[in-house]
């Protein structure tokens, strides 16, 4: 299996622009997760979704950030207008299922620079 | 609030010394505990987790972590550390039951030969 795919690895983008970072959990996980990670604040949970149903976005900054899962294979994290502070590395993770214990498995990441 | 803590930002060891990190957390029952590593530009890597049953867990890569609750910790320990072991490790809890980890700010090890 190759993993937890994310797209791209590295973005640079001016502010104001969109951003769109994308995601594909390993086949079979029913559960998928955004994070973001700065290194004032660390690693946050943004959103996830169990079988392709966002369950809890309370961790989404502002309404900037938008999430979607159309599909058990694809899931996109957008910031429509990027902001210099959202510069972070964004990682998406999957698991089998919701129930706790389960491991998520993690993507490496999409580093993104508002300039 | 529930929250894990990992009170140590950077650790240094020498090659072959043993390795303690800490993590405390502060849930009212007992959560669901986690060790996660990650290696520079890369995504995070489950080292082990903790529910309930025997209280010295063994995980990958030779560590392990024992959950104490009297002390409510739930320190990672390794007898021997390897070059390859550098890394930033990152404790994490969940007492939602819905896989929504809550990750303490991560402890950087730093291996010196």
């Known amino acids: 299996d190759a993993g937890v795919i994310q797209s791209p690895r590295h973005e640079v983008t001016e502010m104001g622009q969109e951003v769109t970072l994308r995601c594909k959990p390993i086949?079979?996980?029913?559960?998928l997760f955004w994070y973001r990670q700065t290194m004032m604040r660390g690693l946050e949970l943004l959103i996830y979704?169990?079988?392709?149903?966002?369950?809890?976005d309370s961790g989404m900054p502002e309404d900037r950030f938008s999430a979607k899962m159309p599909n058990a294979s694809f899931s996109t994290l957008k910031i429509q207008p990027s902001e210099p502070r959202d510069s972070a590395v964004y990682f998406c993770?999957?698991?089998?299922?919701?129930?706790?214990?389960?491991?998520?498995?993690f993507g490496p990441g999409t580093r993104l620079t508002v300039l | 609030a529930q929250s894990v803590t990992q009170p140590d930002i950077h650790i240094t060891v020498s090659e072959g010394a043993s390795l303690e990190l800490r993590c405390n957390y502060s849930?009212?029952?007992?959560?669901?505990l986690f060790w996660y590593v990650q290696s520079p530009g890369q995504g995070l890597q489950l080292l082990l987790k903790?529910?309930?049953?025997?209280?010295l867990v063994q995980g990958i890569k030779g560590f392990e972590a024992e959950f104490k609750r009297s002390q409510s910790s739930f320190n990672l320990r390794k007898p021997s550390v390897h070059w390859s072991d550098a890394a930033e490790y990152f404790c994490?809890?969940?007492?939602?039951?819905?896989?929504?980890?809550?990750f303490g700010t991560g402890t950087r090890l730093t291996v010196i030969p």
């Open positions: 979704f169990n079988n392709n149903v966002p369950i809890d």
């Open positions: 993770a999957s698991t089998e299922t919701s129930e706790a214990y389960n491991e998520q498995f």
């Open positions: 086949s079979g996980h029913n559960s």
């Open positions: 903790y529910f309930s049953g025997d209280t």
């Open positions: 994490a809890g969940d007492q939602t039951g819905a896989n929504n980890l809550f």
């Open positions: 849930y009212g029952a007992t959560p669901y």
